[in-house]
């Protein structure tokens, strides 16, 4: 079936340095893919998104770009801050289905 | 404006009682989703409502879970003969429309406790 596999947890960074949070999917299709954030405390929130093969989604300097032939949709930002310290999601929704199929999470850690 | 909203925020129950947690989305909002989150997952979907009929429930567990959404606004999952591994973060969300490209917003989740 369908499915999201992200990176092991937790990242732990200093300030200012760069990340990487790898994520790959299994789906037929062409799903959209999405990357939501979960701040301590706080709901669910959509970071960033892309609907379609080599769409770049991007927000509060973070970027996904959709690789349709590594099956991937890996989470990037040049230079993290301890603010950005969350549980990061990645997700995929398929065209013919409103259900939103997440990863297992990825910790960030930022120190400063 | 107001998000979605999810009332209790907590509720502890024993097992083998029945619970009502209830969903506010955003107004205007057609579709309305319930997952829920166990520790240190991500969420898994349950049912989506596409105004007030169940357009996809093939993600609720076993019968003892049933969602309405009566008048295609607020909405209501009801758990039948709680167990303990029923105890979880259960998260509401909405969007505009329920197409694939659409945004859903979530809630800040009812965390149930079943001892």
């Known amino acids: 079936g369908d499915s999201v596999t992200q990176m092991e947890g937790p990242v732990t960074l200093s300030e200012e340095a760069f990340l990487t949070i790898n994520c790959t999917y299994t789906?037929?299709?062409?799903?959209?893919l999405f990357w939501y954030v979960q701040y301590p405390g706080e709901g669910l929130q959509l970071l960033l998104k892309?609907?379609?093969?080599?769409d770049k989604g991007s927000n509060k300097g973070f970027e996904a770009t959709y690789r349709k032939e590594t099956t991937s949709f890996h989470l990037e930002k040049g230079s993290v801050q301890v603010s950005d310290s969350a549980v990061y999601f990645c997700?995929?929704?398929?065209?013919?289905?409103?259900?939103?199929?997440f990863g297992q999470g990825t910790t960030l850690q930022v120190k400063p | 404006g107001a998000g979605v909203s999810q009332t209790p925020s907590n509720k502890v129950t024993e097992k083998g009682k029945y619970v009502e947690l209830r969903c506010d989305p955003i107004?205007?909002?057609?579709?309305l989703y319930w997952y829920r989150q166990s520790l240190g997952q991500g969420p898994e979907f349950l049912i989506y409502f596409q105004g007030t009929g169940a357009a996809d429930d093939s993600g609720l567990p076993n019968d003892r879970f049933f969602a309405v959404r009566p008048e295609g606004s607020v909405s209501t999952l009801k758990i039948q003969r709680t167990e303990r591994g029923d105890s979880a973060v259960y998260l509401c969300?909405?969007?505009?429309?329920?197409?694939?490209?659409?945004?859903?917003?979530f809630g800040p989740g009812t965390r149930l406790t079943v001892l």
């Open positions: 969300a909405s969007s505009l429309d329920g197409e694939s490209t659409d945004t859903q917003y």
């Open positions: 107004s205007g909002h057609t579709a």
């Open positions: 997700a995929l929704k398929k065209s013919n289905t409103g259900k939103l199929i």
């Open positions: 892309a609907t379609k093969a080599d």
């Open positions: 789906a037929t299709g062409y799903p959209s």
